[in-house]
């Protein structure tokens, strides 16, 4: 059965490029999960399995691949299969099957769960640095992403003299040689955030560095609070922590270790021995039952209707927040 990675369109000049790619190399990881679902998932599974293909177009007669957003701005289809990558965004109506980022989030018979891949070329943190020194962000700016609390940098005081906060630019996420803490706080109100992925878990796991985390319940599926990472719930707690990581050598390292511990599991290798296990047990089947049902001869008008309305309903409710009073 033949996997098709469907990329959008607006990258089509990196798509035709993909093939002479590397991770780790020249592979831009940094473009964004719309782009990153597909090619970096193309390029590591391409190694492991071949025949996979990859391209800007829609193909009857295949697993097509994509990020949701993608099928959401692709209009009704016939005879096309498509798996959707839901990542940060609502349910997708419109798809076949659905791939979930969150492990801690219930899934039905056409959903599995799939790590999202952990950042190519990681760097760890240089083995000579001594103590606590620089912690950092390694992701993404926005509302729902790192504390505002945090990023204003008024946690500053006495007791944390010395320390220094950065904001690692994108193209730089993988090299975590001079970071000696990262931090993963979206809030401080103690919110699941059952949309977001456990990536920072991993990168950090894998770059042998504490992560200070929120209540994240990814993180809490597949890690261990306050064993192999540190889990804090309030600004209190956020500053009691630093001090501790700061102070206690010895509790450092055991998180660090712990984590270094856990990092073979979350290596690209693992995590496409997932993908392809999910590929065979779960899409390929549910392609063979699609097409002997007469899915292939059907036109989904209500699914796409349905997430045409809740589209409309979301910005409708954008709208209304921006003109509260």
Not at 284 to 309: C, F
Request: with cysteine; charged share 20%.
């Amino acid at each position: 059965m033949t996997i098709h990675f469907v990329v959008p369109r607006e990258f089509a000049d990196l798509a035709e490029q993909l093939p002479g790619m590397e991770l780790g190399r020249n592979y831009p990881y940094w473009m964004g999960g719309h782009f990153n679902w597909v090619a970096q998932s193309w390029l590591v599974l391409r190694q492991f399995r071949p025949g996979l293909t990859i391209g800007t177009d829609v193909r009857p007669g295949v697993i097509n691949f994509g990020h949701s957003l993608l099928w959401r701005n692709v209009g009704p289809r016939i005879g096309e299969f498509r798996v959707g990558a839901r990542a940060d965004f609502p349910r997708l109506f419109d798809v076949d099957f659905e791939v979930l980022q969150n492990p801690a989030v219930s899934v039905s018979a056409k959903q599995a769960y799939l790590p999202y891949w952990p950042v190519p070329g990681q760097i760890e943190r240089d083995s000579s640095r001594n103590g606590l020194r620089t912690i950092a962000y390694a992701g993404r700016i926005g509302k729902v992403n790192l504390a505002g609390e945090i990023l204003s940098g008024d946690w500053f005081g006495p007791k944390l003299n010395g320390l220094q906060f950065k904001i690692v630019p994108p193209d730089k996420w993988h090299d975590m040689s001079e970071i000696d803490l990262l931090v993963a706080i979206r809030s401080f109100d103690r919110c699941v955030y059952p949309g977001k992925p456990p990536s920072k878990l991993f990168n950090a796991w894998r770059s042998s560095i504490p992560l200070l985390a929120g209540y994240d319940n990814a993180f809490s599926a597949v890690g261990q609070p306050n064993v192999d990472y540190v889990r804090i719930g309030s600004q209190p707690e956020f500053l009691q922590s630093l001090t501790q990581l700061r102070e206690d050598s010895i509790f450092y390292e055991r998180i660090v270790a712990a984590g270094r511990a856990r990092a073979q599991e979350v290596s690209h290798e693992r995590i496409a021995e997932c993908w392809l296990d999910v590929i065979d047990q779960r899409i390929v089947p549910a392609y063979k039952h699609w097409y002997e049902s007469g899915g292939s001869t059907k036109r989904r008008i209500l699914a796409k209707i349905a997430d045409q309305a809740r589209n409309m309903a979301s910005a409708v409710k954008a709208v209304l927040r921006a003109t509260a009073f």
